[in-house]
């Protein structure tokens, strides 16, 4: 029988079982209090999400009929539901996979009404990696791709879609005619070879590796979304272009002060590795991840 790192490493995500019921419960009045799901859209009309990763502001959920994606840890006035971000059935399962010492570097909601459409381009998540930079071998099995990104429905969905298996091999012709010419997102619409809908229960989570070929899809929520998202990497090893999602600027001494001891320690490890690891655009060079070997083309 595999193990869950064996798994994750030949598919690139693992689905398991997180959440009690009552935890389920609780994290819903929780998420709703936040984002007050009484506003609805007047406009029905869909609306693109292919920018959803620049944040939302929780006041304004429902005035539109999309898919918001809220940023937390660093917005005051979300507290509440920052212990989902250090959940142990989540961190024991991230350790597994990469490694000790995690750092989170994403915590999210992804949130809609019911009645929603909802499309996101496919795509593996390099958009920071401008388009002539992304080689062939940053999906190879022999680069260690330190982060795991993580969906925790409270309610049943299948909005995610993934290629099984995509993330550690470039894209094939028929993907990359799929992608009409970008690197980073296929158009709205198109068809990918081999996708396939992780569905899961409410409570469930999918772990993935940010390298697969994914996208979000909802033809129309028969309920609303209530998805909290987040990512991790292993401090054991220095972290990929992912880790840098966090706007540490907003991690002033006076916020940090607000926050849980925990979560204080957390975001306190995050602003330390920050300042080890300051620039971004070394994470996708060849002498950063294979620090010791020769680069042959």
Not at 103 to 132: F, K, M
Not at 195 to 200: A, N, S, Y
Not at 218 to 224: F, L, N, R
């Amino acid at each position: 029988m595999q193990t869950l790192k064996e798994k994750f490493l030949q598919d690139g995500y693992v689905i398991i079982d997180v959440l009690t019921q009552q935890e389920i419960d609780d994290f819903r009045q929780i998420m709703d209090a936040l984002i007050s799901p009484q506003v609805k859209a007047g406009n029905n009309e869909k609306k693109s999400s292919s920018f959803q990763h620049l944040g939302d502001e929780l006041s304004d959920f429902g005035k539109e009929a999309r898919q918001y994606y809220f940023h937390l840890l660093t917005k005051p006035g979300t507290e509440p539901i920052h212990h989902a971000f250090h959940h142990p059935v989540i961190l024991k399962a991230v350790e597994e996979i990469i490694g000790p010492n995690l750092i989170v570097n994403n915590a999210s909601i992804l949130a809609a009404n019911e009645g929603t459409e909802y499309s996101l381009g496919w795509h593996r998540d390099i958009i920071q990696i401008p388009q002539d930079e992304i080689a062939d071998w940053l999906f190879s099995p022999e680069r260690f791709h330190n982060s795991v990104q993580i969906n925790l429905p409270l309610v049943d969905e299948n909005s995610l879609w993934i290629v099984p298996a995509s993330h550690n091999r470039p894209n094939t012709e028929a993907e990359n005619a799929a992608f009409n010419g970008s690197k980073h997102y296929a158009p709205v619409g198109a068809e990918m070879p081999g996708g396939v809908p992780v569905k899961l229960k409410a409570g469930q989570a999918v772990l993935y590796n940010n390298n697969l070929i994914h996208r979000g899809f909802t033809e129309k929520m028969t309920i609303p979304r209530r998805t909290l998202h987040m990512g991790y990497h292993s401090a054991a090893y220095p972290p990929t272009w992912h880790f840098y999602l966090l706007n540490g600027d907003l991690l002033t001494p006076q916020y940090l002060e607000t926050l849980s001891p925990t979560m204080r320690t957390m975001m306190q490890e995050y602003l330390e590795c920050r300042a080890q690891y300051p620039n971004m655009a070394e994470t996708w060079k060849w002498e950063y991840n294979f620090p010791e070997k020769e680069y042959t083309a």
